[in-house]
């Protein structure tokens, strides 16, 4: 079926500097560290297999050596670990966890944040987005989330921002730097700021089992260490940017930001693990549904002859209503800045007939670890796959 194109792949990152390469910084196998000291990049074709084999001769390796390499940085937290479903030890950061007393991690975090920054919307989400990461990485760069290969899936999250193999970034950032360059990223290219609540899942959970974050990360944590990084006083809420955190009973606005349709969720650092999300925003259909964002407003530069008007594609600005009450894969929930009302969302369309008949699924992030058609998310003209990724037909 033809659709929009969907947004395209990040172009490779420059090299890191010398020491701070994936394949130059693997440890020998049985090592308690799956990297001798941590890199900036994780080039997924060269470096995911080999993880795979240290994890499988050390359940329990570690990511890389508490501050070292790209992860360098005295106040950044250390990590625990437990025990992962699949059998590996995940590792999660102590900041933020009431079982520890690491409270220096959420402002360097804030402060890294408030220099990377681009806006004063940026600078008004710092407490939002340093409460999600409390619950993500436990502002600790060396972490290392529960599903990193255990389940014989080639999935798993590193890092601050926990971003995902599943996400699609080749190579993925891990170190400090580099995920705070994709993190604010323009245009959105995979998870960034504009997507919170589509690809972090303890912003907006959206799975079965998905631990949203606590509001006291918020006001407890996130809010004091923004406002002495010098953040603005008037600080987001959560549900402006999308997010759902536990224990939250301020109204539910019209989202001021432009969320995009994965890193992963971690572990909560005071729950139990949350599964890896999804790089596409769209459910599963067998799954309990999301609920449908608050109304926003059209796309104020959509491509002419576009079919709608709500979510726009980055690449090729043609804009899309609603599908099953979220954007489609691929696209950006626009801003509220267009000359009319916004619409009802659409419902879910049919699935568009392959050419020999048979109706095709997005091979996406639900596909890839719940094979079956009622895992899949139907492939048609309003909804693009992601990422180059391919369809499947329903017997698949």
């Given at each position: 079926?033809?659709?929009?194109?969907?947004?395209?792949?990040?172009s490779?990152?420059?090299?890191?500097?010398?020491?701070?390469?994936?394949?130059?910084l693997l440890?020998?196998?049985?090592?308690?560290?799956?990297?001798?000291?941590?890199p900036s990049?994780?080039?997924?074709?060269?470096?995911?297999?080999?993880?795979?084999?240290?994890?499988?001769?050390?359940?329990?390796?570690?990511l890389?050596?508490?501050q070292?390499?790209?992860?360098?940085?005295?106040?950044?937290?250390?990590?625990?670990?437990?025990?992962?479903?699949?059998?590996c030890?995940?590792?999660?950061?102590?900041?933020?966890?009431e079982n520890?007393d690491?409270?220096?991690?959420?402002n360097?975090?804030?402060?890294a944040?408030m220099?990377?920054?681009?806006?004063?919307?940026d600078?008004?989400?710092?407490?939002?987005?340093?409460?999600?990461?409390?619950?993500?990485?436990?502002?600790?760069?060396t972490?290392?989330?529960?599903d990193?290969?255990?389940?014989?899936s080639?999935?798993?999250?590193?890092?601050?921002?926990?971003y995902?193999?599943?996400?699609?970034?080749?190579?993925?950032?891990?170190?400090v730097?580099?995920?705070?360059?994709?993190?604010?990223?323009?245009?959105?290219?995979?998870?960034?700021?504009?997507?919170l609540?589509?690809?972090?899942m303890?912003?907006?959970?959206?799975?079965?089992g998905?631990?949203?974050?606590?509001?006291?990360?918020?006001?407890?944590?996130?809010?004091?260490a923004?406002?002495?990084?010098?953040?603005?006083?008037?600080?987001?809420?959560?549900?402006?940017?999308?997010?759902?955190?536990?224990?939250?009973?301020?109204p539910?606005?019209?989202?001021?930001?432009?969320?995009?349709?994965?890193?992963?969720p971690?572990?909560?650092?005071?729950?139990?693990?949350?599964?890896?999300?999804?790089?596409?925003?769209?459910?599963?259909?067998?799954?309990?549904?999301?609920?449908?964002?608050?109304?926003?407003?059209?796309?104020s530069?959509?491509?002419r002859?576009?079919?709608?008007?709500?979510?726009?594609?980055?690449?090729d600005?043609?804009?899309?209503d609603?599908?099953?009450?979220?954007?489609?894969?691929?696209?950006?929930?626009?801003?509220?800045?267009?000359?009319?009302?916004?619409?009802s969302p659409?419902?879910?369309?049919?699935?568009?007939?392959?050419?020999?008949?048979?109706?095709?699924?997005?091979?996406?992030?639900w596909?890839?670890?719940?094979?079956?058609?009622?895992?899949?998310v139907?492939?048609?003209?309003?909804?693009?796959?992601?990422?180059?990724?391919?369809?499947?037909?329903?017997s698949?």
């Amino acid at each position: 079926a033809s659709s929009p194109s969907p947004s395209p792949s990040p172009s490779p990152s420059p090299s890191p500097a010398m020491g701070e390469d994936c394949e130059d910084l693997l440890a020998p196998l049985g090592d308690e560290y799956l990297f001798r000291a941590c890199p900036s990049y994780i080039a997924v074709q060269a470096c995911r297999a080999p993880m795979q084999d240290r994890l499988h001769q050390n359940s329990q390796a570690n990511l890389c050596p508490f501050q070292s390499g790209a992860a360098a940085g005295e106040n950044w937290c250390p990590v625990r670990g437990f025990l992962a479903p699949g059998g590996c030890t995940g590792y999660v950061g102590t900041g933020g966890d009431e079982n520890t007393d690491c409270d220096r991690g959420a402002n360097e975090f804030a402060q890294a944040f408030m220099r990377n920054a681009r806006s004063n919307s940026d600078r008004r989400s710092c407490a939002v987005v340093t409460a999600v990461m409390a619950h993500e990485g436990g502002f600790a760069p060396t972490a290392k989330s529960w599903d990193m290969f255990c389940d014989g899936s080639n999935t798993g999250a590193v890092g601050l921002f926990q971003y995902d193999f599943a996400s699609g970034l080749d190579p993925m950032p891990s170190g400090v730097d580099a995920q705070f360059e994709q993190f604010f990223r323009t245009p959105p290219v995979g998870p960034t700021i504009d997507g919170l609540a589509n690809f972090w899942m303890s912003c907006n959970p959206r799975v079965p089992g998905a631990n949203p974050a606590p509001m006291s990360y918020y006001t407890d944590i996130a809010v004091p260490a923004c406002l002495a990084a010098g953040a603005p006083e008037d600080q987001k809420r959560p549900a402006e940017m999308g997010c759902r955190f536990e224990g939250d009973t301020s109204p539910n606005p019209s989202p001021s930001p432009s969320p995009s349709p994965s890193p992963s969720p971690s572990p909560s650092p005071a729950s139990s693990p949350s599964p890896s999300p999804s790089p596409s925003p769209s459910p599963s259909p067998s799954s309990s549904p999301s609920p449908s964002p608050s109304p926003a407003g059209v796309c104020s530069d959509c491509l002419r002859g576009s079919p709608g008007t709500l979510c726009q594609n980055p690449s090729d600005k043609v804009c899309w209503d609603f599908v099953g009450g979220i954007c489609p894969g691929g696209t950006v929930l626009c801003d509220g800045t267009g000359p009319s009302p916004s619409p009802s969302p659409s419902p879910s369309p049919t699935p568009t007939p392959t050419p020999d008949g048979q109706i095709s699924y997005c091979a996406n992030y639900w596909a890839d670890i719940n094979p079956g058609p009622g895992m899949c998310v139907p492939c048609n003209a309003n909804t693009p796959c992601q990422n180059g990724r391919a369809r499947r037909g329903a017997s698949e």
